[in-house]
């Protein structure tokens, strides 16, 4: 409990140089569980000589729950984290109550789909050729950058200074740059229909010319545009506000759109939504089901990470098989699926 004769509010200034502070020693404490972390306004404790920012989270109902708090240093604006262990055991506890604490499982099936806890790459090699309708996926392409990284502190808050959890830049070694060549040709002999990837957008045209290495039509590229991209750096770039998405086909296969655009717009979840850092929507992914596929048909999915695939296709009428090789993203994953196909 704090003792303190007045507490006093920041100005505009030190509210932002506080508040960047303390993200950045909650990002360096805690970076698995900095994005179930919150915090508030500081108001400095003149008994402590130090502003107080009090770090909370949300239950598994969405109740805020207080589980610490930081002094921060007025003169250098050195962060004092008080029992970040505690903090840690107490997310932790809240995580454990979650219906992904209840799914252990290497695979889940239901109807329309197979998710596997496993290698996606390696399962695709042993699918017999020309037995999938099409592949749909977003595998992992290196989008960390020092640019967009954690360091960016001031990009991380409001205007007003309040905390504005964005995804942080660097994402980890799961995010190392998979090239192209290193899956794509496993894949394409299964496929005979369309192959439908989120790529980078340098990768654009390494993806075309391995889709015409394989006899497809490399039909081009479809921009997801987000309606709400992550303004990173604004003030001295163009925000980045699409992404590309590779479209190939098997010369004949069906198209199930008349007159479509290639710029597909939706909303990208916000980080509060996610259980994957680099999770589509499900609008965009269910729509490029429509597109390129048909009742009926099997879609692959190698990199399923947050079960998107999945979820769109079965609801859709597809049959879909999936792989995720991330435990803790495969277990969230499965209770995201079983709630939204119950």
Same mark, same amino acid.
């Given at each position: 409990?704090?003792?303190?004769?007045?507490?006093?509010?920041?100005?505009?200034?030190?509210?932002?140089?506080?508040?960047?502070?303390?993200?950045?020693?909650?990002?360096?404490? =805690? &970076?698995?569980?900095?994005?179930?972390?919150?915090?508030?306004?500081? +108001?400095?404790?003149?008994? +402590?000589?130090?502003?107080?920012?009090?770090?909370?989270?949300?239950?598994?109902?969405?109740?805020?729950?207080?589980?610490?708090?930081?002094?921060?240093?007025?003169?250098?604006?050195?962060?004092?984290?008080?029992?970040?262990?505690?903090?840690?055991?107490?997310?932790?506890?809240?995580?454990?109550?979650?219906?992904?604490?209840?799914?252990?499982?290497?695979?889940?099936?239901?109807?329309?789909?197979?998710?596997? =806890?496993?290698? #996606?790459?390696?399962?695709?090699?042993?699918?017999?050729?020309?037995?999938?309708?099409?592949?749909?996926?977003?595998?992992?392409?290196?989008?960390?950058?020092?640019?967009?990284? +954690?360091?960016?502190?001031?990009?991380?808050?409001?205007?007003?200074?309040?905390?504005?959890?964005?995804?942080?830049?660097?994402? #980890?070694?799961?995010?190392?740059?998979?090239?192209?060549?290193?899956?794509?040709?496993?894949?394409?002999?299964?496929?005979?229909?369309?192959?439908?990837?989120?790529?980078?957008?340098?990768?654009? #045209?390494?993806?075309?010319?391995?889709?015409?290495?394989?006899?497809?039509?490399?039909?081009?590229?479809?921009?997801?545009?987000?309606?709400?991209?992550?303004?990173?750096?604004?003030?001295?770039?163009?925000?980045?506000?699409?992404?590309?998405?590779?479209?190939?086909?098997? &010369?004949?296969?069906?198209?199930?759109?008349?007159?479509?655009?290639?710029?597909?717009?939706?909303?990208?979840?916000?980080?509060?939504?996610?259980?994957?850092?680099?999770?589509?929507?499900?609008?965009?992914?269910?729509?490029?089901?429509?597109?390129?596929?048909?009742?009926?048909?099997?879609?692959?999915?190698?990199?399923?990470?947050?079960?998107?695939?999945?979820?769109?296709?079965?609801?859709?009428?597809?049959?879909?098989?999936?792989?995720?090789?991330?435990?803790?993203?495969?277990?969230?994953?499965?209770?995201?699926?079983?709630?939204?196909?119950?």
């Amino acid at each position: 409990m704090v003792t303190t004769t007045k507490m006093v509010v920041a100005q505009q200034e030190q509210l932002i140089k506080i508040r960047a502070a303390v993200n950045g020693w909650i990002s360096e404490t =805690f &970076p698995e569980l900095r994005r179930f972390l919150m915090h508030t306004a500081p +108001e400095y404790s003149p008994a +402590e000589s130090a502003w107080v920012v009090t770090l909370a989270t949300k239950d598994t109902e969405g109740k805020t729950i207080q589980v610490g708090r930081v002094l921060v240093n007025d003169e250098d604006g050195h962060v004092n984290g008080q029992d970040p262990e505690s903090i840690t055991t107490q997310i932790r506890d809240i995580l454990a109550k979650g219906p992904q604490a209840h799914i252990d499982v290497d695979r889940l099936a239901g109807p329309g789909y197979d998710f596997i =806890f496993g290698d #996606g790459i390696a399962a695709a090699g042993d699918l017999a050729d020309s037995s999938i309708d099409l592949l749909l996926t977003d595998p992992p392409y290196g989008i960390s950058t020092p640019y967009t990284a +954690e360091g960016q502190v001031p990009r991380r808050l409001r205007k007003d200074g309040r905390d504005f959890i964005m995804p942080r830049g660097d994402f #980890g070694a799961w995010d190392d740059g998979l090239a192209p060549e290193a899956w794509l040709p496993v894949m394409l002999p299964k496929v005979r229909g369309w192959a439908v990837t989120f790529c980078a957008q340098a990768q654009i #045209g390494d993806y075309c010319a391995l889709l015409k290495a394989h006899k497809f039509v490399a039909v081009g590229t479809v921009v997801w545009q987000k309606t709400n991209p992550v303004p990173f750096n604004h003030r001295f770039k163009p925000i980045n506000a699409w992404e590309a998405i590779v479209v190939g086909k098997r &010369p004949g296969t069906r198209f199930n759109g008349k007159s479509v655009h290639n710029v597909l717009r939706y909303k990208s979840p916000s980080p509060q939504q996610r259980i994957h850092t680099t999770q589509k929507p499900l609008p965009l992914i269910e729509r490029l089901t429509e597109l390129f596929s048909s009742p009926g048909d099997t879609i692959l999915d190698p990199f399923a990470g947050s079960g998107t695939t999945v979820i769109a296709g079965a609801r859709m009428g597809r049959k879909v098989l999936a792989f995720e090789n991330d435990r803790g993203v495969y277990r969230a994953a499965c209770a995201r699926i079983a709630e939204a196909l119950a």
